[in-house]
T-cell receptor, first 114, second 112 residues
């Protein structure tokens, strides 16, 4: 059983640029959630995707957007990057069917905006 | 709204000491409660969970009991090891269709 994989592990972008982060969910999971973890803080919920549609959103502006693909993998896109977007971005997968066994997190993508 | 409050760190202990990290929550209904651990440079790992009142979650010597009457989910371990040094997050969720709400985390340092 494979876990959640995220790519890339690190990247550096310039303010105003756009970035795409990727996540492959754990085998058997059909739901993906994205979280932003600023330095020294707990993760904050960005949004969740189920059946290729957004299924809940946290307090993040529209320049944060996402996609889920038929194989349940997902992308997080951030436009017009700001310095405050520098953070660890975590992907978590779970299942909406069968027994709910909690969430499995990936190792994250560390984004630095300069 | 729903929230999680956990004791601020850092917490520094000697190896083999007893550990308690306090966590209280505010939530409507009956959320599931979690403890996650984050080792340096890594993502989050689920340490233990409890889904209903009086449930005790346990893993790797860590334990936490879901106390509805005190809205608490304190993490305990009888004898910590240097390898337990990490950041610990208390969290809640109302279910698979809901987000996870995390506390701010407690950094734990274990001295040899």
């Amino acid at each position: 059983e494979t876990g959640v994989t995220q790519s890339p592990t690190h990247l550096i972008k310039t303010r105003g640029q756009q970035v795409t982060l990727r996540c492959s969910s754990q085998s058997g999971h059909n739901t993906v959630s994205w979280y932003q973890q600023a330095l020294g803080q707990g993760p904050q919920f960005i949004f969740q995707y189920y059946r290729e549609e957004e299924n809940g959103r946290g307090n993040f502006p529209p320049r944060f957007s996402g996609l889920q693909f038929p194989n349940y993998s997902s992308e997080l896109n951030v436009n017009a990057l700001e310095l405050d977007d520098s953070a660890l971005y975590l992907c978590a997968s779970s299942t909406m069917t069968g027994m709910f066994d909690g969430y499995t997190f990936g190792s994250g993508t560390r984004l630095t905006v300069v | 709204g729903n929230s999680v409050t956990q004791m601020e760190g850092p917490v520094t202990l000697s190896e083999e000491a007893f550990l308690t990290i306090n966590c209280t929550y505010t939530a409507t209904g009956y959320p599931s409660l979690f403890w996650y651990v984050q080792y340096p440079g890594e993502g989050l790992q689920l340490l233990l969970k409890a889904t209903k009142a009086d449930d005790k979650g346990s893993n790797k010597g860590f334990e936490a009991t879901y106390r509805k009457e005190t809205t608490s989910f304190h993490l305990e371990k009888g004898s910590v090891q240097v390898s337990d040094s990490a950041v610990y997050f208390c969290a809640l969720s109302r279910g698979r269709d809901d987000k996870i709400i995390f506390g701010k985390g407690t950094r734990l340092h274990i001295l040899p």
